[in-house]
Structure formats: C-alpha cells, structure tokens
C-alpha cells in the first residue's frame, strides 16, 4: 500500500538531509586539520576546550593514516559540540596571511599606526578604548619614536615596532570578542 499525499498537505522537515550532515562534518574534519597545521603558540591563543587542545597533541603524534582520519573525525565531533564553528575559523583565518580576517587586520593596525603619527597622543587614549588590555605607557613611547623618525626623516624601525604591538594588541582583542 503506498502513502498518498494531498496536495495541499506540506512535506514534513525532517532536519537536514544525510548528505549535508557529511558535508557540515567534513568541513569540521578541514577546520581539524587547520588547526594541526598550525604552531603551538598560536594554537594557545585560540579559544579552545582542554579537550580539543588535547586531541589536536594526540593527533600531532598519529603517523598512520587510517588512525589520523578516524582522529579527524573525533575532531570534527569535539569541534561541533564545544566550540563555535564560526569564530574558530575567523580566529585561525587571522593566522592565515592571504586571508580577509588577515588583511582586514593589517589594514586596521596600519590605520591606527598612521594616526598615532600623526595625530599624537589622543589617539593612544582612543586605541586604549578599543583595547584596553594594551600598556598605554608603552603604546605612548612607541607612538613617540616613529613620530621622531618621521621628523627626523630616518627610518630606525619604530613604526614597525608600533606596527607590531597595535597587531598584537589586535589579534588578543578579536579572539576574546
């Protein structure tokens, strides 16, 4: 006997179909071994579970390749249920420099490298806004120095050295918000 179904009558939803649950996990099996793939310090600043932090070392020692697929599985398991997929991938983006979230960060660091120069010292006060966590005293003197430089017309590496903290300062700010 076959179901018939009226017309009128809407297909019941059932969740997502077995085929893009495969797809979901496969790209949380790519974001596993993104993270693999990246250096220890970097994998501290992510905002991980001990347990996927632990999993990744686990999986870092596994030579074999059919023991390394099956742990890029158990991976993309922890992955889906401890974390947020989303803000996992923008955290390991910014480590990747041909991606938006990299650039975009570049550029926000420039940006503020430049004013800092040349508007002085009401900007450290306004960068310290959107970041607190940075040492104001230090961002003044490093503020400072490339203005000399640019005074002066030399180029001793202080606005690298400002370039580089701002990136620092940075990079904490957008992985805890």
Same mark, same amino acid.
């Given at each position: 006997?076959?179901?018939?179904?009226?017309?009128?009558?809407?297909?019941?939803?059932?969740?997502?179909?077995?085929?893009?649950?495969?797809?979901?996990?496969?790209?949380?099996?790519?974001?596993?071994?993104?993270?693999?793939?990246?250096?220890? @310090?970097?994998?501290?600043?992510?905002?991980?579970?001990? %347990?996927? +932090?632990?999993?990744?070392? /686990?999986?870092? =020692?596994? #030579?074999?390749?059919?023991?390394?697929?099956?742990?890029?599985?158990?991976?993309?398991?922890?992955?889906?249920?401890?974390?947020?997929?989303?803000?996992?991938?923008?955290?390991? @983006?910014?480590?990747?420099?041909?991606?938006?979230?990299? %650039?975009? +960060?570049?550029?926000?660091? /420039?940006?503020? =490298?430049? #004013?800092?120069?040349?508007?002085?010292?009401?900007?450290?006060?306004?960068?310290?806004?959107?970041?607190?966590?940075?040492?104001?005293?230090?961002?003044?003197?490093?503020?400072?120095?490339?203005?000399?430089?640019?005074?002066?017309?030399?180029?001793?590496?202080?606005?690298?050295?400002?370039?580089?903290?701002? #990136?620092?300062?940075?990079?904490?700010?957008?992985?805890?918000?």
């Amino acid at each position: 006997m076959r179901h018939q179904r009226d017309d009128n009558e809407a297909p019941e939803y059932d969740g997502p179909s077995k085929s893009q649950l495969k797809r979901e996990m496969h790209a949380l099996q790519g974001l596993g071994k993104r993270m693999l793939d990246l250096s220890n @310090d970097q994998l501290e600043t992510l905002a991980i579970s001990d %347990t996927l +932090r632990a999993a990744i070392g /686990e999986s870092r =020692r596994i #030579r074999q390749n059919e023991a390394k697929r099956r742990h890029l599985q158990y991976i993309g398991k922890i992955i889906r249920q401890e974390t947020d997929p989303e803000a996992l991938e923008k955290a390991i @983006d910014a480590f990747d420099a041909g991606s938006e979230e990299h %650039t975009r +960060r570049h550029h926000l660091a /420039e940006r503020w =490298r430049d #004013r800092m120069i040349s508007e002085g010292d009401s900007v450290v006060g306004e960068f310290f806004g959107y970041c607190p966590s940075a040492d104001m005293q230090h961002l003044r003197n490093l503020a400072r120095n490339a203005r000399k430089d640019v005074e002066k017309q030399k180029n001793t590496g202080q606005a690298r050295k400002l370039f580089r903290y701002l #990136r620092e300062c940075i990079d904490d700010v957008e992985a805890m918000g």
